[in-house]
T-cell receptor, first 112, second 114 residues
Framework: KNEVEQSPQNLTAQEGEFITINCSYS?????LHWLQQHPGGGIVSLFM???GKKKHGRLIATINIQEKHSSLHITASHPRDSAVYIC??????????????FGKGTKLSVKP | GAGVSQSPSNKVTEKGKDVELRCDPI?????LYWYRQSLGQGLEFLIY????????KSGLPSDRFSAERTGGSVSTLTIQRTQQEDSAVYLC?????FGNGPQYFGPGTRLTVL
């Protein structure tokens, strides 16, 4: 079982829809990152959070440490949101402290 | 510089040759990370540096892979005797300090081993 699981793997939405991407993890963490990878391959860090909720524009990220779960929400989705969204956790155990462990990503396509 | 830069952006090499990939982190960032993304696969951690020190080399796939960082800035990832399975995009990221703050990613180097 992967230490970081994302769902869904693929998601197609119509422009304007509210989108949720989920991330569950099984290890102890000190922080969780949401990354966005565009079709050209560039990776952008969207959020880093260790508790609660963060909002940036139309993007909202939440984390529940007790349940080991995080969600990324996109409100009023737009075709330019089409990308792969990657959840990554920073472990807090053993010799791997600080390394990022990645989920396999969620490929989002927003249709006009 | 404004962001993390990597060179070359693309590298095609023959099996068995050595390659060097370079990463220039954001100025002032003491932590530097190398990742690999194989075709159709997720991101894989390779190695990190805090300053010039690399305490954890466990992510390197084999002893053909090595990395160094000098002057607390530029890092090079060297792959000796390249194999076809080494073909991937190699990504570098940096952060203010190890495990502290967001990581900023470079554009990557696409390595193709023929």
């Amino acid at each position: 079982k992967n230490e970081v699981e994302q769902s869904p793997q693929n998601l197609t939405a119509q422009e304007g829809e509210f989108i949720t991407i989920n991330c569950s993890y099984s290890v102890g963490i000190s922080a969780l990152h949401w990354l966005q990878q565009h079709p050209g391959g560039g990776i952008v860090s969207l959020f880093m959070l260790s508790s609660g909720k963060k909002k940036h524009g139309r993007l909202i990220a939440t984390i529940n440490i007790q349940e080991k779960h995080s969600s990324l929400h996109i409100t009023a989705s737009h075709p330019r949101d089409s990308a792969v969204y990657i959840c990554a956790v920073r472990s807090n155990y053993g010799g791997s402290q600080g390394n990022l462990i990645f989920g396999k990503g969620t490929k989002l396509s927003v249709k006009p | 510089g404004a962001g993390v830069s990597q060179s070359p952006s693309n590298k095609v090499t023959e099996k068995g040759k050595d390659v060097e990939l370079r990463c220039d982190p954001i100025s002032g960032h003491t932590a530097l990370y190398w990742y690999r993304q194989s075709l159709g696969q997720g991101l894989e951690f390779l190695i990190y540096f805090q300053g010039n020190s690399a305490p954890d080399k466990s992510g390197l796939p084999s002893d053909r892979f090595s990395a160094e960082r000098t002057g607390g800035s530029v890092s090079t990832l060297t792959i000796q005797r390249t194999q076809q399975e080494d073909s991937a995009v190699y990504l570098c990221a940096s952060s203010l300090a190890f495990g502290n703050g967001p990581q900023y990613f470079g554009p990557g180097t696409r390595l193709t081993v023929l």
